[in-house]
Every structure is written in C-alpha cells, then in structure tokens.
C-alpha cells in the first residue's frame, strides 16, 4: 500500500497523512486504566469498570505495536495511564521504547504521587521528559479535588525529576472556575522555583468528566487577562508547532502555556491518536469508536496485516472532537454516567487524556 506524504518527512521517515494532511506522528500509549486518585474532572465516580486484566497488554506487545507505528511515521511516544506509575516495572518498558531509534521523543503524564520512588530509574532508563498534573498547591483543595491525601507526595516527585536530571518538566493544571481558579499565580511563581513551565489546561467536556458544564469553564482570554492583570503584558511566543499548548512569555521572561482545549480547539494540527492498555486504537480524545489491535496481534497478524488496517484508518480520518463541540449550541458533559459504564473505552483515563 502506497503512503501519502507530508511535505517534511524526517529523517527520511515518511509519514501517514489523514484527510486533513495531518500526519500520523503521536502515539499517546496508555499503561493502564488504573488510577491512585479521583479527580473531579476525570474520575470522580466512586466506581469504575476496569478493562479485564488478561486484555492489558504485556510490554513486548507495546514494543510491538510500537515498532509498527514507527515504521509509518510516529516518532512521539506520550506514557499515560490512568496513572502510567501504578505499571508494575514501568522502568522496563522505558528502556525498550527508548532504544527504539525511530522514537526521537519518549515522554510521560503522571500525577506525580510515585515520581519520588521512580524518577532515577525512569531518567536512567531514558525518559526523555516529564509532565506532571498539579491543579492546586492547597493541601486541603488537593484532598477534596482529588479525595486522596497526596500532595506532598506530588510535590516531593517534583523535586525529584528535577534531582534526577530531567528537562523540560511541565506542570499541567485543569482550571476550574471556583475552585482552582485563584491559584494562577501561585503555580506560576512555583513552577519559576522549581524551574517548571506550567501549563494551565481549559476543562474539558469529555469522557468522564460527568460533572462538567460551560459556566466552570476558564478561557485562555481570561486566563492571559488574569496573568497580565498581576504580572503586566503577557505575549504570545511564535512558533511552529503541533504541540497543544499555546505559550506565553511573561515581562520577566517566564513562559507559560495554556491549552485551550474546550473554546479555541487545535484539531487542526492534531497528529495525535491514542492506544489504551488493552490494544484499542483511537483516533481522536472524543471518538466513539476504535480499532482492536490486541487481538491481531494476538492472533499473529504480520507488519503488512497491521499495515493494512492502520493506514487507510488514518488516511480516512476526519476526527476533530473538540472543534464539532464547539459548534454545539447546548454543552452537557459528552458521555452520561450510564453509558460509561457500560464501556470503559469511553472514558479519559482509559484513552489517557
Ligand atoms: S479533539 Fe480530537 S482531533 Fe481535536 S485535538 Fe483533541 S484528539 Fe485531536
């Protein structure tokens, strides 16, 4: 089967393009389905319907699909979970991507609640970066955001990726008006302390985020207004990139992001497609609908079997969740609690946010 082309292939790769010509580059992979906290905005039901353990792929199998994917263009690899460090040996699977020499770029979210205990062994292993959620520097909000106890942990974890030698550390914050929404420039000044860029994130309407609605929204405009309202003008940095964050420059030169998920959506560039721990491939945070890698490779499928069912899936793709939802008159969250748990493939933390 004959690939279509971007117009910059690197390295000599060539890449899938989609309708759109957006190129197939990003693979967010997904260790596991399980989480340590309880996030308001992802998680907050006390119950959930894991994914079946005897489904959750072993790390060769990753390395597998992984390996595929590489040879039609990814050269991002994104770890998420879940929480990707509840993965028994996370390190392991580390150093087999890393020595993958198609994946220029291996990264991980985590919550940071086990960084302190794994940030050596993932830096030796060869994580290339690191980006942990924070929605509040508050040890009480911390507690009723996420019903855990944890934030020191988080905090500790920070400390210890920067010991450790990472680079490039990125705090993401989810904003939420009323209730992390005071905090803008207190995450500013700690990711200056700890040299971190903070990435402020607009909540989003999807997967479990069943307690959503519009009103608890931030905008980037707002957000930009409050930061410059208490640091003086905030300015747009240039730059070419398919990466979601939009970043800002303050006068004293910190820079900071903001991914405007939910009111100015990038799908657009959009280069990212999802695969949870069990083989499921998605190709957009918001689709109903993915394709079973599990059980082909399973079953033995050869590279030009798997070929066959990747490429014309992403060449016909037209996914662009957030901005179809932008056009919505009414916004309510995206799935109901009912139908979640009939399939967990539909929720955040099973595709990985
Ligand atoms: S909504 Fe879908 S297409 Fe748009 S940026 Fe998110 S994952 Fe990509």
């Given at each position: 089967m004959l690939l279509s082309q971007t117009d910059k292939p690197e390295g000599g790769q060539r890449h899938v393009t989609d309708a759109f010509s957006r190129p197939l580059r990003n693979l967010r992979v997904s260790v596991t389905d399980r989480c340590n906290l309880r996030c308001q905005y992802c998680m907050p039901e006390e119950e959930y319907v894991w994914l079946p353990r005897e489904d959750i792929l072993h790390f060769e199998e990753v390395g597998t699909l992984v390996d595929i994917f590489a040879d039609l263009g990814v050269d991002k690899i994104r770890l998420t979970g879940g929480e990707p460090l509840l993965r028994r040996g996370l390190p392991t699977?580390?150093?087999?991507?890393?020595?993958?020499?198609?994946?220029?770029?291996?990264?991980?979210?985590?919550?940071?609640?086990?960084?302190?205990?794994?940030?050596?062994?993932?830096?030796?292993?060869?994580?290339?970066?690191?980006?942990?959620?924070?929605?509040?520097?508050?040890?009480?909000?911390?507690?009723?955001?996420?019903?855990?106890?944890?934030?020191q942990k988080v905090l500790d974890g920070i400390e210890a990726t920067v010991r450790a030698g990472f680079k490039g550390l990125k705090l993401d914050t989810v904003v939420m008006r009323g209730i992390n929404d005071d905090e803008l420039v207190d995450l500013i000044e700690y990711g200056k302390r700890v040299g971190a860029e903070v990435r402020f994130i607009e909540y989003m309407d999807v997967g479990g985020a069943t307690?959503?609605?519009?009103?608890?929204?931030?905008?980037?405009?707002?957000?930009?207004?409050?930061?410059?309202?208490?640091?003086?003008?905030?300015?747009?940095?240039?730059?070419?990139?398919?990466?979601?964050?939009?970043?800002?420059?303050?006068?004293?030169?910190?820079?900071?992001?903001?991914?405007?998920?939910?009111?100015?959506?990038?799908?657009?560039?959009?280069?990212?497609?999802?695969?949870?721990?069990d083989g499921m491939w998605y190709l957009c945070l918001y689709a109903r609908a993915g394709t079973d890698l599990r059980g082909p490779l399973r079953r033995g499928a050869s590279r030009e079997e798997f070929r066959s069912l990747i490429i014309p899936r992403w060449q016909a793709r037209t996914d662009r969740g957030a901005e179809e939802r932008l056009g919505l008159d009414r916004r309510a969250p995206l799935v109901q609690i009912g139908e979640l748990r009939k399939d967990p493939h539909l929720e955040m933390h099973t595709r990985g946010g």
């Open positions: 699977l580390v150093r087999m991507l890393a020595a993958k020499p198609k994946i220029r770029d291996l990264a991980m979210t985590t919550n940071g609640i086990l960084l302190a205990d794994y940030a050596e062994a993932l830096f030796d292993a060869g994580l290339h970066r690191v980006t942990v959620s924070l929605d509040t520097l508050r040890p009480e909000r911390f507690r009723a955001l996420t019903r855990r106890e944890a934030l307690l959503w609605s519009m009103d608890k929204v931030v905008s980037r405009t707002e957000i930009v207004e409050r930061l410059a309202e208490h640091y003086g003008p905030v300015t747009p940095v240039v730059e070419e990139s398919s990466a979601p964050a939009d970043r800002f420059v303050l006068p004293d030169g910190t820079i900071f992001g903001i991914i405007s998920s939910t009111t100015a959506p990038f799908c657009r560039s959009c280069d990212r497609s999802r695969l949870t721990a």
